[in-house]
């Protein structure tokens, strides 16, 4: 496209030039869901980026009472990219979420919330920009199927690289089935996925996205990793939730089906995703400093504000009851409240593959991609600003396997929430640093706790457990 053009003209010379038919307009909901309706490219003018579309926004989920219903969603130009899976050349936008009466940004928008907190990062004159990089774990099925029947509940899951099926006859069965715990980088045969994350790779590219690496992942049955580039905040958010469509309908196109639930199999390792941060000013990073593992006091601080309100943070970056299966001893899963460099046991990671300034990052390893990107990624650091704001020591790093510690040396080394319900308790007591700068409002926090516990918690503890048959049938 020509840059000597505006961005919406960019767009209309791109619609005309390719013979664009249908324009798919994307927002989040509030849970982390993307949302869409489509019009025909007719209905795009230079007009359609101010004023808007109008919907319905009454079935939303987490979204006012349908006496407010009425929504309008403008388009982003930057957000731009071609849908590989539409029968019909189709162009896809991501649009900010509006309340039509007075024209202001929604509350309760994802991604208002997101660029609420870049312009208080800038406003707060510590850095300018935050960088992110999300690495999202999950796992490619051949088969699915689950239902919930007062009568009767069940989940099946099934893939042909699953270590349960090394004695089912497949007509033949070739073997090769990555056991559990070891299916972290082995070759093909082994592999049996690589040509999949390939095309998902391709297609991620085409899409704009810049892809690092791809490799299969620790558990058995089809645990993968993709990690994108990083990106500032919203790009990175933007970003991540064109990663899971573009991933799920490349597998879907391969007759495959992708979840990115934190914990879909018993006793093997869950799908997290580890999130790097960093900030800079002016193209500076300012991470980057002489002390422990080359870290800079701000980040030092940063990391204390990481530890000190991670057990509200993981109540918007770890948000489902099935994370909580996730974070367990036993599955390398980052349950403990420490820091260190190059260790994977504790929950905060300084990574030391290089020395470059540039290079200096946080790795918070808690969260997963059950989460709302904007939410998560904008929680993460504004938990980290409050640690440099108010100088807080994060104690001195944990350079042990943790994993391996008797339980008298854990006894001062915090844990995780144990369950959903503990890190909404943690949120509702710990939410002040959320609201600076407007950034979340008091209504959006109780929002989200009222309706995790609603909609989530309270279901969940209502409905009979297929695990319980097996404990108490027989009382």
């Given amino acids: ?96 979420v509006y309340e039509p009466a007075t024209k202001e940004k929604y509350s309760r928008c994802p991604r208002s919330i997101a660029q609420k907190a870049e312009k208080y990062l800038i406003s707060t004159g510590i850095a300018d920009t935050c960088y992110f990089g999300p690495e999202a774990e999950f796992f490619v099925f051949d088969d699915v199927r689950f239902d919930s029947q007062p009568n009767s509940s069940f989940f099946f899951v099934d893939s042909e690289e699953g270590k349960w099926n090394s004695g089912r006859d497949e007509g033949p069965n070739l073997g090769y089935k990555p056991r559990y715990k070891e299916g972290y980088f082995p070759v093909a045969p082994t592999d049996s996925l690589m040509d999949l994350r390939s095309e998902m790779v391709l297609n991620l590219q085409e899409a704009g996205l810049i892809v690092e690496a791809q490799h299969h992942e620790v558990a058995s049955g089809g645990q993968c990793e993709i990690d994108l580039r990083y990106q500032s905040l919203i790009k990175a958010a933007d970003g991540l939730l064109m990663f899971k469509y573009i991933v799920k309908n490349t597998a879907k196109k391969n007759n495959r089906t992708v979840t990115f639930m934190p914990k879909p199999i018993f006793g093997d390792n869950g799908s997290g995703m580890h999130v790097h941060s960093s900030l800079w000013k002016k193209g500076k990073p300012l991470f980057f400093g002489d002390g422990y593992a080359n870290l800079s006091e701000m980040a030092l601080y940063y990391i204390g504000g990481l530890l000190k309100h991670a057990p509200s943070l993981l109540a918007l970056t770890n948000p489902t009851t099935n994370s909580y299966k996730r974070l367990v001893p036993g599955f390398e899963a980052p349950v403990n409240l420490a820091y260190s460099q190059r260790n994977r046991s504790a929950s905060i990671r300084i990574p030391m593959y290089s020395n470059s300034p540039k290079a200096k990052r946080v790795e918070f390893r808690c969260p997963d991609a059950a989460c709302n990107p904007y939410l998560a990624f904008t929680a993460i650091m504004m938990a980290g600003l409050d640690g440099i704001q108010n100088r807080i020591d994060p104690g001195d790093a944990l350079d042990k396997d943790i994993y391996d510690l008797a339980p008298e040396e854990l006894k001062n080394v915090p844990s995780t929430p144990g369950s959903l319900g503990e890190a909404l308790k943690a949120l509702e007591n710990d939410h002040e640093y959320l609201l600076k700068g407007d950034v979340f409002t008091e209504d959006m926090v109780e929002t989200w706790i009222n309706y995790k516990v609603e909609k989530e918690i309270k279901p969940m503890a209502l409905q009979p457990h297929p695990y319980e048959y097996s404990l108490y049938y027989d009382v």
Avoid at 71 to 81: A, K, R, Y
Wanted: charged content about 20%; hydrophobic content about 40%.
């Fill in 1 to 96: 496209m020509a840059k000597d053009l505006t961005p919406i003209d960019q767009i209309l010379k791109y619609v005309q030039q390719n013979k664009i038919q249908f324009v798919d307009l994307k927002f989040m909901d509030m849970p982390g869901q993307w949302q869409h309706f489509t019009v025909p490219v007719s209905q795009l003018s230079a007009n359609s980026f101010v004023d808007g579309y109008g919907f319905d926004g009454s079935s939303i989920r987490g979204w006012k009472a349908i006496n407010e219903s009425d929504m309008l969603i403008i388009p982003d130009p930057s957000t731009l990219w071609l849908d590989p899976f539409t029968a019909y050349p189709t162009i896809s936008l991501t649009c900010d």
